[in-house]
């Protein structure tokens, strides 16, 4: 995303405050695994309900007031509006009190920040969505978006692993993949389990075996950085370029827009010149801190 | 450039005029730190006995802690109010090398997002700069181009050459402040030609230097010897202090506090020489010291370069001589091997 197209997100800055959030109100509560919770919820100011739109792959910062500020990537679709949903983690303390919230609590939001996932580049291509554990969350919004458009793209693929059963996230968004007959979907977890009906192993081995056709293709991967480091060589031995493979990267942030200083690889921040770079990108980047 | 002058004594009686109008903020020694602080209006005896401010002029317009909202629940839902800041101030006394680092904070603040919180201050500044006359030993500003008497980035410029202080007018802004005709005179040209003088003899007081000649690439190019970067940091102890006092670094921390139904959000300093500012649940990319310090030494002269084309650093030498145990960033870069040399990359 260029500086023109952010600073037309700026007309969803509430008083001209960066750092001043919405109030959003939750209003549907999804317990997606032992420690993953979806949240959808909506402005209580209307107008925004409205206007506001944002791209596959941005992110967001959700606050409890009190406890802080967290980042989250907006993980339902732009073509299925209506609300925001957001996939918490249980690992911090915000994380551990957005779980704690019931449905009509207000919270704060700021966003949406960021670049987002390359649709031009992906139009009339194969695609293959490579996504572990909660980083389906960024991938579910690319990947109903392409649904959405379906003729604009050609055959989709989707490899999702999570360590068991029991921490498969947005397990309905599967059903419904698995039952579209124009998605290719294989889901995996890591160690077999008595009644399970899909692939075993970790997410780069799966992607091994399915081998999809780098021709004409993107992979798009999300994941725990390790199953990301793992994929990339999986992808250029399918003969995937670097310039074909595009990842969305996390990092500690506080402020998302570039100033508080903690999220840069190198010059780039995660927050401002990402969170979404190609494996092109990666690999020229000055640092191993990714 | 117009030149006036205003004679040491009559410095108060200047002073006086401004803090009617302005919250005047001057060199302030208080429990053995200066800092710019607000002034008593008693004297201007800080004119003789200052060399420059430990807190640099960056806490006038980021405050080490400052309140962001206030927010309230209450029962139709939480509501959030803004401080208002911004009141018209003076800063005098800000030297040469902290007037360029007031400009390269701008820079951070105001590119692709506007921060509301540092602007209203900064916008509400009127800075007014002060010929530095007695350099430290750990004061190297001539390497970044910067003289002791300098007048960019500020709207006045005083320089002490005697019984007077010479007096460059810089901006329209700045020469408003001076209609006292009684105590402002016109500068001769004996006055201008003794300004002239210092530019040159009080440069060659500062005598440490480091050449910096094409460092962001330098600094690239051994960006990945870890050994150098581990010997660079091998006595650092990771305090943080010359980050915390650094007239450039600016990254922040963001806060919550609450009390019952009341609350607010705060922003402080942070810095990268500690792990927590990188610390994510699960790992940390900036687990071991050697890559906080790299972060430190390339964030200023390889990152912001390549992002704003300015180097973030002015040589005011406080790293230096306020680090605990002597750490000396000018040896970490006279160490960074000329780009053909370098080291290969591991």
Same mark, same amino acid.
Request: hydrophobic residues 35%; proline residues 5%; aromatic residues 10%.
């Given at each position: 995303?260029?500086?023109?197209?952010?600073?037309?997100?700026?007309?969803?800055?509430?008083?001209?405050?960066?750092?001043?959030?919405?109030?959003?109100?939750?209003?549907?509560?999804?317990?997606?695994?032992?420690?993953?919770?979806?949240?959808?919820?909506?402005?209580?100011?209307?107008?925004?309900?409205?206007?506001?739109?944002?791209?596959?792959?941005?992110?967001?910062?959700?606050?409890?007031?009190?406890?802080?500020?967290?980042?989250?990537?907006?993980?339902?679709?732009?073509?299925?509006?209506?609300?925001?949903?957001?996939?918490?983690? !249980?690992?911090?303390?915000?994380?551990?009190?957005?779980?704690?919230?019931?449905?009509?609590?207000?919270?704060?939001?700021?966003?949406?920040?960021?670049?987002?996932?390359?649709?031009?580049?992906?139009?009339?291509?194969?695609?293959?969505?490579? +996504?572990?554990?909660?980083?389906?969350?960024?991938? !579910?919004?690319?990947?109903?978006?392409?649904?959405?458009?379906?003729?604009?793209?050609?055959?989709?693929?989707?490899?999702?692993?999570?360590?068991?059963?029991?921490?498969?996230?947005?397990?309905?968004?599967?059903?419904?993949?698995?039952?579209?007959?124009?998605?290719?979907?294989?889901?995996?977890?890591?160690?077999?389990?008595?009644?399970?009906?899909?692939?075993?192993?970790?997410?780069?081995?799966?992607?091994?075996?399915?081998?999809?056709?780098?021709?004409?293709?993107?992979?798009?991967? =999300?994941?725990?950085?390790?199953?990301?480091?793992?994929?990339?060589?999986?992808?250029?031995?399918?003969?995937?370029?670097?310039?074909?493979?595009?990842?969305?990267?996390?990092?500690?942030?506080?402020?998302?827009?570039?100033?508080?200083? #903690?999220?840069?690889?190198?010059?780039?921040?995660?927050?401002?010149?990402?969170?979404?770079?190609?494996?092109?990108?990666?690999?020229?980047?000055?640092?191993?801190?990714? | 450039?117009?030149?006036?002058?205003?004679?040491?004594?009559?410095?108060?009686?200047?002073?006086?005029?401004?803090?009617?109008?302005?919250?005047?903020?001057?060199?302030?020694?208080?429990?053995?730190?200066?800092?710019?602080?607000?002034?008593?209006?008693?004297?201007?005896?800080?004119?003789?006995?200052?060399?420059?401010?430990?807190?640099?002029?960056?806490?006038?317009?980021?405050?080490?802690?400052?309140?962001?909202?206030?927010?309230?629940?209450?029962?139709?839902? &939480?509501?959030?109010?803004?401080?208002?800041?911004?009141?018209?101030?003076?800063?005098?006394?800000? #030297?040469?090398?902290?007037?360029?680092? &007031?400009?390269?904070?701008?820079?951070?603040?105001?590119?692709?997002?506007?921060?509301?919180?540092?602007?209203?201050?900064?916008?509400?500044?009127?800075?007014?700069?002060?010929? =530095?006359?007695?350099?430290?030993?750990?004061?190297?500003?001539?390497?970044?181009?910067?003289?002791?008497?300098?007048?960019?980035?500020?709207?006045?410029?005083?320089?002490?050459? +005697?019984?007077?202080?010479?007096?460059?007018? &810089?901006?329209?802004?700045?020469?408003?402040?001076?209609?006292?005709?009684?105590?402002?005179?016109?500068?001769?040209?004996?006055?201008?030609?003794?300004?002239?003088?210092?530019?040159?003899?009080?440069?060659?007081?500062?005598?440490?230097?480091?050449?910096?000649?094409?460092?962001?690439?330098?600094?690239?190019?051994?960006?990945?010897?870890?050994?150098?970067?581990?010997?660079?940091?091998?006595?650092?102890?990771?305090?943080?202090?010359?980050?915390?006092?650094?007239?450039?670094?600016?990254?922040?921390?963001?806060?919550?506090?609450?009390?019952?139904?009341?609350?607010?959000?705060? !922003?402080?300093?942070?810095?990268?020489?500690?792990?927590?500012?990188?610390?994510?649940?699960?790992?940390?990319?900036?687990?071991?010291?050697?890559?906080?310090?790299?972060?430190?030494?390339?964030?200023?002269?390889?990152?912001?370069?390549?992002?704003?084309?300015?180097?973030?650093?002015?040589?005011?030498?406080?790293?230096?001589?306020?680090?605990?145990?002597?750490?000396?960033?000018?040896?970490?870069?006279?160490?960074?091997?000329?780009?053909?040399?370098?080291?290969?990359?591991?």
């Amino acid at each position: 995303m260029t500086v023109t197209q952010i600073s037309q997100r700026k007309k969803y800055l509430a008083q001209d405050n960066v750092y001043l959030p919405h109030i959003v109100v939750v209003e549907k509560i999804i317990e997606e695994t032992p420690s993953v919770r979806t949240l959808h919820f909506h402005f209580k100011d209307d107008t925004l309900n409205r206007e506001f739109t944002f791209d596959p792959g941005q992110f967001a910062e959700l606050s409890v007031f009190g406890v802080g500020e967290a980042t989250f990537c907006i993980s339902n679709s732009p073509t299925r509006q209506g609300h925001l949903e957001c996939g918490i983690n !249980r690992v911090g303390l915000v994380t551990n009190a957005l779980h704690r919230l019931g449905t009509g609590a207000e919270i704060g939001f700021r966003g949406p920040y960021g670049n987002s996932f390359p649709l031009d580049d992906m139009r009339g291509k194969d695609l293959v969505f490579v +996504g572990g554990g909660i980083g389906l969350a960024p991938l !579910r919004s690319l990947i109903w978006n392409v649904i959405d458009n379906r003729d604009k793209y050609g055959a989709i693929a989707i490899i999702y692993g999570a360590r068991s059963a029991a921490d498969l996230c947005f397990k309905y968004d599967l059903d419904s993949w698995k039952n579209d007959k124009t998605v290719n979907t294989a889901v995996t977890i890591d160690r077999n389990e008595s009644g399970w009906q899909g692939k075993v192993g970790f997410v780069p081995a799966v992607l091994g075996e399915m081998a999809p056709s780098a021709r004409n293709a993107m992979a798009v991967v =999300c994941g725990p950085p390790v199953m990301i480091r793992n994929t990339f060589p999986v992808l250029e031995k399918l003969g995937f370029a670097p310039e074909q493979i595009v990842t969305t990267l996390e990092k500690k942030m506080k402020c998302g827009i570039g100033k508080c200083g #903690r999220c840069n690889i190198g010059n780039l921040y995660v927050c401002r010149d990402g969170p979404v770079f190609t494996y092109a990108q990666i690999k020229n980047f000055i640092s191993d801190e990714y | 450039m117009n030149s006036k002058k205003i004679n040491k004594k009559d410095l108060k009686k200047l002073l006086d005029t401004w803090r009617r109008d302005f919250n005047l903020i001057v060199p302030v020694l208080e429990n053995e730190v200066i800092t710019m602080d607000v002034w008593d209006g008693k004297d201007t005896a800080f004119i003789d006995w200052y060399r420059n401010t430990v807190v640099p002029p960056k806490a006038n317009f980021l405050p080490p802690g400052e309140k962001m909202i206030s927010f309230e629940k209450k029962k139709d839902g &939480i509501v959030l109010e803004i401080p208002r800041n911004g009141q018209r101030q003076i800063i005098f006394g800000v #030297r040469p090398c902290d007037a360029r680092s &007031i400009a390269i904070i701008d820079d951070v603040f105001t590119e692709t997002y506007e921060d509301t919180y540092y602007l209203s201050r900064r916008n509400n500044t009127i800075v007014i700069g002060l010929s =530095c006359n007695s350099p430290y030993d750990s004061c190297f500003c001539t390497s970044l181009n910067i003289n002791p008497v300098e007048s960019a980035h500020v709207d006045l410029l005083f320089t002490d050459i +005697g019984d007077d202080l010479l007096i460059e007018e &810089i901006t329209e802004r700045g020469k408003g402040l001076l209609n006292m005709p009684d105590t402002i005179k016109k500068a001769t040209k004996a006055d201008t030609e003794k300004g002239q003088a210092l530019k040159d003899s009080l440069a060659a007081k500062v005598t440490k230097q480091v050449n910096v000649k094409d460092m962001e690439h330098r600094l690239q190019a051994c960006f990945n010897d870890r050994e150098f970067w581990e010997k660079a940091a091998a006595k650092c102890i990771g305090c943080g202090i010359c980050t915390f006092l650094c007239p450039t670094c600016f990254c922040f921390d963001i806060n919550d506090e609450m009390l019952k139904k009341q609350g607010a959000r705060y !922003r402080s300093w942070d810095s990268c020489s500690f792990k927590a500012y990188t610390r994510m649940p699960m790992e940390n990319p900036r687990e071991e010291r050697w890559r906080r310090v790299r972060q430190k030494v390339c964030h200023k002269y390889q990152f912001l370069p390549a992002n704003l084309g300015v180097t973030a650093c002015t040589g005011c030498g406080r790293c230096i001589r306020l680090c605990p145990v002597n750490w000396d960033i000018t040896q970490v870069l006279a160490g960074v091997p000329q780009k053909e040399a370098a080291r290969s990359a591991k």
